[in-house]
């Protein structure tokens, strides 16, 4: 999942992008590189075996809690590379935040 955007709340960091219906969603968050956070939407969750699922992209969100506040780090996307910007929540009526998950 290619992230939009994120928005930030003490030491929550959402991040929003557009994802499949039928899948769950988890946020990896890595602060282990000065003034960054990277950041990596993943599937948590696939769909059900032999569920039917439209190939609908929704906007949603996934949260994290982070060691400590922004405080001007970047937050970038691992997927691109990218810095991504700040932005106001996605609107959408199914907000996803499944949490971050654990690196390997």
């Known amino acids: 999942m290619t992230a939009t955007g994120y928005s930030t709340s ?12 039928c899948e769950k969603y988890g946020l990896h968050a890595d602060e282990s590189v000065s003034g960054v956070v990277r950041v990596t939407v993943v599937v948590t969750q696939g769909p059900k075996p ?20 922004l405080d ?6 691992t ?3 990218k810095t991504l910007p700040v932005t106001d929540p996605m609107p959408s009526d199914r907000v996803v935040t499944h949490g971050p ?3 390997n």
């Open 10 to 21: 003490g030491t929550t960091l959402s991040v929003h992008f557009y994802g499949g219906i």
């Open 50 to 69: 032999g569920q039917m699922c439209a190939a609908v992209m929704t906007p949603q969100t996934v949260s994290t809690t982070l060691a400590s506040p």
């Open 72 to 77: 001007g780090r970047g937050v970038v996307d």
């Open 79 to 81: 997927t691109t590379g």
């Open 101 to 103: 998950t654990k690196p």
